[in-house]
């Protein structure tokens, strides 16, 4: 009992990295229609910087989060100007672009990290939180789930409540109406893929201290997001949350039965058995042509 306790509560707190990861996907997607294959780098990008930064050259973590967080938002950038839009009529040209970014990626933490082992990042916020003498809690991991917590917060909060977000959510929906209705599609397009990409890097910035750093570690992460994106429904932010929430607890469990490739393997079979009963996924509405 002692350990189901303690395994659901390590995936609640693991649940904020995919929402966050899950979320910046759908996002982007949403609005601009590309799935965006280098995600996973995205959130690499988040996690090296913060290793460059905080581990070897010992800048305060805060402060490399906020760099990580802004440096990823720039790749963002990049990709949306050079890449998406010029690609916005060729959605396969845009997935194909994406993929050459991954590799890019890739090679550049490389070239930064240099090969070997996994790189280590040390908690900056050490000590663990003990409840009801059994379960136990590192304050390193309370730190990160409430800012991711937060994080979401703050993103609900921005397509709500503000004329951006609605804007954004109005594009998602339909990109030539909302067009119609004075909507400027590329600044759309450019505020939709900085939020994604910002949300990706604090992912990876969070996940820096709690994880192995190296130049793959984006595999994981995309296929974990690609999980909770369709298990949640395509294109719905909310059905991302509890579909991360739902899965993180599920994946848990079974790694600390099984283990990690036994818990991914079963979650894609999970999301195969989801596309056949319900295809629109959890929150996922059907689209009538």
């Known amino acids: 009992m002692e350990l189901l306790i303690q395994s659901v509560v390590n995936g609640f707190i693991q649940s904020g990295f995919y929402a966050l990861a899950a979320v910046g996907l759908v996002?982007?997607?949403?609005?601009?229609?590309?799935?965006?294959?280098?995600?996973?780098?995205?959130?690499?990008?988040?996690?090296?910087?913060?290793?460059?930064?905080?581990?070897?050259?010992?800048?305060?973590?805060?402060?490399?989060?906020?760099?990580?967080?802004?440096?990823?938002?720039?790749?963002?950038?990049?990709?949306?100007?050079?890449?998406?839009?010029?690609?916005?009529?060729n959605p396969f040209g845009g997935l194909i672009c994406s993929i050459g970014v991954l590799f890019i990626l890739q090679v550049i933490a490389t070239l930064?990290?240099?090969?070997?082992?996994?790189?280590?990042?040390?908690?900056p916020?050490?000590?663990?939180?003990?409840?009801?003498?059994?379960?136990?809690?590192?304050?390193?991991?309370?730190?990160?789930?409430?800012?991711?917590?937060?994080?979401?917060?703050?993103?609900?909060y921005f397509l709500a409540r503000t004329r951006l977000g609605w804007a954004l959510r109005a594009v998602a929906q339909?990109?030539?109406a909302a067009a119609l209705q004075g909507i400027n599609s590329n600044r759309i397009s450019m505020i939709a893929i900085c939020v994604g990409a910002a949300m990706a890097g604090l992912a990876g910035a969070l996940m820096a201290p709690l994880t192995?750093?190296?130049?793959?570690?984006?595999?994981?992460?995309?296929?974990?997001?690609?999980?909770?994106?369709?298990?949640?429904?395509?294109?719905?932010l909310s059905g991302a949350v509890i579909a991360s929430f739902l899965y993180a607890i599920f994946h848990t469990f079974v790694t600390t039965y099984f283990n990690s490739t036994v818990a991914t393997i079963a979650g894609l079979m999970i999301m195969v058995v989801i596309l056949i009963v319900r295809p629109t996924g959890i929150m996922g509405h059907r689209v009538n042509d």
């Open 112 to 123: 930064v990290g240099g090969e070997g082992p996994s790189k280590q990042v040390p908690p």
């Open 212 to 236: 192995n750093i190296n130049p793959h570690m984006g595999h994981n992460v995309i296929i974990t997001a690609f999980i909770v994106t369709i298990v949640g429904g395509v294109g719905s």
């Open 27 to 89: 996002l982007i997607f949403g609005v601009m229609g590309v799935v965006n294959f280098a995600h996973g780098e995205l959130v690499m990008a988040g996690a090296y910087t913060v290793w460059l930064l905080h581990a070897q050259h010992d800048m305060p973590f805060l402060v490399t989060v906020l760099i990580a967080i802004m440096l990823v938002t720039a790749i963002g950038m990049i990709m949306e100007q050079f890449m998406f839009r010029p690609m916005r009529d």
């Open 174 to 176: 339909d990109r030539e």
């Open 125 to 156: 916020y050490e000590g663990t939180l003990v409840l009801f003498e059994f379960l136990r809690i590192p304050y390193q991991r309370l730190f990160a789930i409430g800012v991711a917590l937060a994080a979401l917060g703050i993103l609900w």
